[in-house]
């Protein structure tokens, strides 16, 4: 027997299993575990299992490529492929085509996938949802101009809200093509200045909705610099646009509807502000006029006439009580002056003169007895009414 080496034992193998039309092109379904995604080579690797058995896998990146989903561990899957020999472990494996979800669809399960993977980067967190303004000047629509959105958000807006002007970009909205469109979309409106975007198409199939489900509709929504509305199909269909918009209304129309403001009720508005405003104003006035007349008997009891006024008139007050103080006093002061004069006359010497009595008076002194004076001497004698000068000629 010839001695043979390991690599032609395996390569033996190998082909005989190359050659086996029951393995190859075979279907095996079961239970994907270790998952693992090679960074740079885009291959993937894992094991499929069922509930006695596991075969090592392999998935090269340009069959990965064409997958519609991620694959997971723990899914159900049925893989397509052949079984082959990896030469240089001497392991056989399976060398997967393609992969199908075992009981939901792999559009479903990308989409769930893609949800959850938009979740987590905060697409679609509440946080980063800004508001509505409430009176655009300039609003946007993306969508088709053969498409019925188009019609109805214009007779919305036209009936509504005809102040504002209306900024439509036509986009694709199914088909392959259909993402870059929207995006672009977007991006011109944002460009044009409009400070509102509603994004969306009327109702259709999954399949004629799937532009908005996809990673860049999302991702141009939320990178978007002004509030975005999503409008996509009827009021059941929710899309991965509707989740990343700032505000999501069932109907192209709702939308519309969602923009703008009712400019009847505008009116209407404005109207119960100019009724408040006047009675505001009103009532302002008449809280003005009370606080000036307060102020102002306030300001004329405090104003300098005010206080000159009562000077004056405490000064004419006091002048009157002066004045009669003052002659009380000189009244007082004359009877009593004429009480002292009538006291003083009836004790004056002229009053005893006048009864006979007269005052006699040597150079200036009064002279009391005869023994002061000398013969010769000059005398002055005061009656009581006059008088006379003498000369003694002889005293005793």
Not at 96 to 116: C, H, T
Not at 127 to 153: C, E, N, Y
Not at 326 to 351: G, H, M, T, V, W
């Amino acid at each position: 027997m010839p001695v043979i080496t390991v690599t032609q034992i395996n390569r033996y193998i190998g082909s005989i299993l190359k050659n086996d039309r029951n393995i190859q092109g075979v279907m095996v379904r079961g239970e994907i575990s270790n998952y693992v995604k090679h960074f740079r080579s885009g291959h993937v690797y894992f094991t499929l299992k069922d509930s006695e058995s596991a075969i090592k896998a392999v998935m090269f990146a340009n069959s990965v490529s064409r997958l519609k989903f991620e694959p997971e561990d723990g899914m159900s899957v049925i893989v397509s492929g052949s079984i082959g020999v990896y030469e240089r472990d001497g392991a056989y494996q399976l060398y997967v085509n393609d992969i199908i979800p075992d009981g939901a669809g792999a559009a479903g399960i990308a989409l769930e996938q893609l949800k959850k993977k938009l979740q987590k980067e905060g697409i679609f967190d509440k946080a980063h949802k800004r508001s509505i303004p409430p009176m655009p000047k300039k609003i946007g629509a993306v969508t088709s101009l053969s498409g019925a959105a188009v019609r109805d958000i214009i007779n919305v807006l036209s009936r509504r809200y005809p102040l504002g002007e209306l900024y439509v970009v036509n986009a694709l909205v199914q088909g392959e093509a259909a993402a870059n469109s929207v995006c672009r979309g977007i991006l011109k409106a944002e460009a044009a200045g409009c400070e509102i975007i509603i994004v969306g198409r009327g109702g259709g199939s999954s399949e004629d909705l799937s532009v908005f489900n996809t990673e860049k509709v999302a991702y141009a929504i939320y990178n978007c610099k002004v509030p975005v509305i999503s409008a996509v199909g009827h009021e059941t269909d929710v899309t991965i646009a509707d989740l990343a918009a700032d505000l999501r209304a069932p109907t192209p129309s709702a939308a519309a509807e969602l923009a703008a403001p009712d400019i009847a009720l505008l009116y209407e508005k404005l109207s119960g502000i100019e009724r408040h405003m006047e009675k505001a104003v009103l009532t302002f006035f008449d809280k003005s006029v009370d606080r000036f007349t307060t102020l102002n008997a306030r300001l004329l009891a405090q104003s300098p006439e005010k206080r000159l006024k009562l000077t004056d008139e405490r000064l004419l007050m006091l002048e009157t009580r002066s004045k009669t103080a003052f002659l009380r006093y000189i009244d007082r002061i004359e009877r009593d002056l004429a009480e002292k004069a009538a006291k003083l006359d009836s004790l004056s010497p002229l009053k005893v003169l006048s009864r006979g009595y007269s005052l006699v008076y040597n150079e200036e002194k009064l002279i009391s007895s005869s023994e002061s004076l000398e013969n010769g001497d000059i005398i002055r004698i005061i009656f009581g009414n006059g008088g006379a000068d003498a000369e003694i000629k002889d005293k005793w």
